[in-house]
C-alpha cells in the first residue's frame, strides 16, 4: 500500500490534465487506496488526505473536460470515500473515548 501511496502523491503532484492514460491510472491507483483505506496508518490516511485535498483543485477541471470518466470512476470512488471515512472516524471516536 505504501507504494501505491507513493505513487499517488506524485500522480497528484504532477498532474496533466491533458493526458487521460495518466488520469485514468491515477483514478484506479486512487480507487484501490480507497478500498484498502482500512488497512493504512493514521500517518498514511493523512498522507492520502493530503493528497486529495490537491487533487480537489483540479475536480471541477476534470469534471467538465471528461464528463463521462467523471461519471463512471470519480464520483463512485468520491462516494466510497466518504463513506470509508465516515467509518474510518467512528472508529477512532470509539478509541479515544
Do not use: C, G, W
Amino acid at each position: 500500500m505504501q507504494d501505491l501511496l507513493k505513487q499517488y502523491k506524485i500522480d497528484v503532484e504532477y498532474i496533466d490534465l491533458d493526458d487521460t492514460f495518466e488520469l485514468e491510472d491515477m483514478f484506479h491507483t486512487r480507487s484501490e487506496i480507497v478500498k484498502n483505506l482500512d488497512k493504512l496508518s493514521l500517518d498514511e490516511v493523512k498522507e492520502f488526505l493530503k493528497a486529495e485535498k490537491e487533487l480537489s483543485k483540479y475536480l471541477s477541471e476534470i469534471k467538465n473536460r471528461y464528463k463521462t470518466f467523471y461519471k463512471k470512476n470519480v464520483e463512485p470512488i468520491n462516494k466510497e470515500l466518504r463513506n470509508r471515512l465516515k467509518i474510518l472516524k467512528e472508529h477512532i471516536s470509539l478509541v479515544y473515548t
